[in-house]
């Protein structure tokens, strides 16, 4: 069931929110040997916060609107009062003494928090094997990777650890894992939903957003999570609109832009182009016009984000010195070292090799005399890529590509080789550098059972039009009553 039928069951009282609770930790209880989805689960928070909602029920209270619902947050938001590691050893120990933005709306809305979910560390990776706390697993065979950085949120959303749960998506972090575990992830616009309280990986592409189940419960958490902020000078003041609403407008007449550099893009297999072009002639088949549609510089965004991304991250990490907070090493002081030697000591210890990886190369590409040469060469490509789709909306309603170009691959595949990783996210990158609302959702399955991602974008502030274009998809395809196998984990 959704969100929407499970407030129905919790406000006439044929469930409570404890029940709902409880049988979600059982679950976690139970698969969490297999899947490592949370680095910290919350049940005495859990089950106290469902015990309010049903209180407030029985006084004859109105709900709110995501009353009881139990949901995991990825480990790089801020909760008060609840330990947020980013899975660094740098932040092992940190308990934010205040609430992100986003978690405070869900917890106004009613929703009820069961854990902090894994992440490669700082949310830089696509598999969350650079965690410091060991990798999640995929539920539909837990020999593989759920993806990242976001994968402990989408494996305990596909694993039924949480009814919903929150990822950060910096270069396709919600919608790549998504796609490897088979549930529906959406990325809003930048600035659409506050990023305060979110710790920074690379602050000018970094946007929160849900994973679900269903399109329809992507729109629910969106329309709590959206919405203007005043300690987020980033966040857009434009007023929310009804998702919920927009989900069932007809879609007849609607032009579906097919991206022609995506299907030509190096390690695009033949099985998700295949599941990918089908999903489009079920997009015609409901009245959709397929258009040929050329984004030039769509495969250039892959090389510019590891530019601007690196260069973005080299600053925003620059705070974590050993000082303030944060890990300091045991052996600084016992050494005598300067301030300088203890923060690179600090440094050392306390971040992983990816990490280190790409704050060099940030830190490189922002040099004197190399600045020029990378970084603003990088941006202005990224102009070029902003224009590309802006010349393709003129034409099209909404573009369709692949979420990712392969299924999920299995642990270490790509452990000596970064580019090979990196090249994970080419088909996600170019939205997150043009600033747009995107959506991954299931559009079939690979030969060996494991689900398959088809992306949805559309122009700035249009989720309305990705969520209606995709419900109606989903509805249509009923892609998981045909799977060909349940999740492998019990």
């Not at 003494?97 to 928090?113: F, I, M």
């Amino acid at each position: 069931m959704g969100i929407a039928q499970w407030r129905d069951q919790l406000r006439s009282g044929e469930v409570s929110a404890r029940e709902l609770t409880d049988q979600h930790l059982k679950r976690i209880e139970a698969v969490e040997p297999s899947v490592h989805a949370f680095l910290e689960v919350t049940a005495e928070r859990a089950r106290a916060d469902a015990e309010r909602i049903d209180a407030a029920r029985a006084a004859g209270e109105a709900l709110p609107p995501l009353a009881g619902i139990p949901l995991a947050i990825k480990d790089n938001l801020c909760t008060k009062g609840v330990r947020t590691t980013c899975s660094s050893r740098m932040l092992e120990n940190f308990v934010p003494p205040y609430e992100s933005t986003v978690t405070e709306r869900l917890w106004n809305a009613g929703a009820v928090l069961v854990g902090k979910t894994n992440l490669d560390e700082f949310a830089m990776g696509s598999s969350t094997e650079t965690s410091a706390f060991g990798a999640s697993h995929n539920p539909w065979n837990p020999e593989r990777v759920p993806g990242g950085s976001s994968g402990g949120s989408a494996a305990a959303v596909a694993a039924g650890e949480a009814m919903a749960a929150l990822g950060s998506d910096t270069g396709g972090s919600i919608r790549q894992p998504a796609s490897f575990c088979g549930v529906v992830g959406l990325k809003p616009t930048y600035g659409r939903v506050s990023r305060w309280g979110l710790v920074a990986f690379a602050s000018s592409l970094d946007q929160v957003g849900p994973f679900t189940t269903s399109v329809a419960d992507a729109a629910e958490l969106l329309q709590v999570i959206a919405g203007a902020d005043p300690r987020d000078a980033t966040c857009l003041t434009a007023p929310v609109p009804d998702y919920r609403a927009a989900l069932e407008q007809p879609i007849k007449g609607l032009k579906v832009g097919i991206v022609r550099e995506c299907f030509s893009a190096d390690g695009l297999a033949p099985e998700v182009a295949a599941a990918v072009m089908a999903a489009a002639e079920t997009l015609q088949a409901l009245g959709c016009e397929l258009v040929d549609v050329s984004c030039p510089r769509f495969n250039d965004g892959i090389a510019t984000y590891y530019v601007i991304a690196p260069s973005e991250a080299s600053a925003n990490l620059a705070r974590y010195d050993g000082v303030k907070y944060g890990y300091r090493s045991s052996g600084s002081d016992a050494a005598g070292d300067s301030l300088a030697q203890m923060t690179a000591r600090s440094r050392a210890e306390g971040f992983g090799d990816e990490v280190q990886r790409r704050i060099l190369i940030g830190t490189y590409a922002l040099s004197a005399g190399y600045v020029d040469a990378y970084y603003k060469k990088a941006q202005q490509v990224r102009t070029l890529i902003r224009r590309d789709f802006d010349a393709a909306f003129q034409g099209v309603d909404v573009l369709l590509t692949p979420t990712s170009p392969t299924t999920a691959f299995a642990f270490g595949a790509h452990a000596e080789d970064p580019l090979a990783m990196y090249l994970a996210d080419l088909l996600t990158i170019p939205a997150n550098m043009a600033g747009l609302p995107a959506i991954s959702l299931p559009c079939g399955f690979d030969s060996q059972g494991l689900p398959i991602g088809l992306q949805l974008i559309t122009g700035v502030l249009q989720e309305p039009r990705l969520l209606q274009v995709a419900h109606h998809y989903e509805q249509a395809a009923q892609v998981m009553a045909s799977r060909p196998v349940a999740p492998l984990v019990p």
